[in-house]
């Protein structure tokens, strides 16, 4: 669960991509015929300096695809591509319940670090948040950023 108020549009998605591809990677999946079938990108972690060395990780997949092994495909491009780049730790926050994101995070290597009660509020209801966490790399500060 996305904890959008209302799908953003084509020129808002275009805007968000622009936006992170200046920092980040944001990877697409598409299915035999060219249509997207699922995205995944990053972004910093909170604002302050200390953490450049941590990226947000998000994965979405959409319906029709999921369960063919598209996510953790994306997962595992995405975390090579935060190597790659230096990052040390990745941190993915996955709206609770939800085995299947759980289970798919899992899979390529994060470990569950926490969760916070009924902080976000959507379809209704207080939603939980969980944060999975994967270490990168020792990632050496004095060779990167």
Avoid: C
């Avoid at 980040?24 to 995205?39: N, R, S």
């Avoid at 941590?54 to 997962?75: F, K, W």
């Avoid at 899979?107 to 959507?122: D, I, N, S």
Wanted: proline fraction near 5%; charged fraction near 25%.
């Amino acid at each position: 669960m996305s904890f959008e108020s209302t799908a953003p549009d084509a020129a808002e998605m275009a805007r968000r991509i622009e936006g992170t591809l200046q920092e980040h990677p944001w990877l697409v999946a598409e299915d035999d015929h060219g249509d997207i079938v699922g995205y995944a990108y990053a972004t910093g972690f909170r604002g302050r300096h200390a953490y450049r060395f941590t990226a947000e990780t998000s994965v979405y997949v959409s319906p029709a695809a999921q369960g063919r092994g598209v996510g953790s495909e994306l997962a595992i491009a995405l975390l090579d591509a935060l190597r790659a780049s230096g990052y040390r730790t990745a941190v993915a926050v996955i709206t609770l319940p939800n085995d299947p994101s759980i289970r798919m995070h899992e899979r390529v290597g994060y470990r569950e670090a926490g969760r916070l009660p009924a902080v976000g509020w959507k379809a209704g209801r207080w939603n939980d948040i969980g944060y999975w966490h994967l270490a990168l790399g020792d990632g050496d500060p004095l060779e990167i950023r």
